[in-house]
């Protein structure tokens, strides 16, 4: 093969594998493509927010930073009329390593024991009676249901609510969709 076949076919590799790249599967209507682009769980790691893997990013004309995902628009940041709210795809936060765990108890049985106490604190009547019993059932101290209860309100375990995990990365990441091509 002579050389400028080489080269041809090199460039012509190169095109298209940049075409592919600025693909996007799931476009943002009224957004320009070169607004928008493929995101996924694998580009933030840990610092993925969301229940879904893969969807579309776009900044649209008024800065609004959106995401799209089978077909349904939603808002991360800013406005944007016929747009969803993010709310239902929102990950909740990560729960952090114990600080001090009640290590003769595996953290299944300690999530089971805080959930049951939760119930005994949620009661009008029969608090006293439903911590003893629950105690009891799982063979704890006092001192040891302190360390549980501890790092159960600590780690955020069931019933308690979870916030939900920061929309940070996906902002940052779509303000560099605003910056108009030239400028970059």
Do not use: H
């Not at 594998?17 to 943002?28: F, I, K, N, S, Y």
């Not at 089971?112 to 704890?140: H, I, K, P």
Request: glycine letters at 10%; aromatic letters at 6%.
């Amino acid at each position: 093969m002579t050389g400028w076949r080489i080269v041809a076919y090199g460039l012509f590799a190169l095109i298209a594998g940049c075409a592919r790249g600025r693909r996007v599967e799931d476009p943002v209507p009224d957004v320009p493509l070169s607004r928008q682009r493929t995101i996924a769980r694998a580009e933030l790691g840990f610092r993925w927010p969301l229940t879904v893997g893969v969807g579309t990013l776009a900044c649209d004309d008024t800065g609004a930073i959106l995401f799209r995902s089978r077909g349904v628009t939603y808002v991360v940041s800013g406005t944007r009329p016929g747009a969803l709210n993010l709310v239902p795809l929102r990950a909740p936060e990560p729960s952090p390593p114990p600080s001090k765990p009640l290590k003769r108890l595996p953290q299944a049985q300690r999530m089971d024991a805080f959930e049951s106490m939760q119930r005994c604190e949620s009661r009008r009547t029969g608090y006293e009676a439903c911590q003893r019993t629950t105690l009891a059932r799982f063979g704890l101290s006092r001192e040891e249901w302190a360390l549980i209860d501890a790092e159960g309100r600590e780690r955020k375990w069931p019933p308690l609510p979870r916030g939900p995990m920061s929309v940070d990365p996906l902002v940052a990441a779509g303000r560099a969709l605003c910056v108009p091509a030239s400028g970059r």
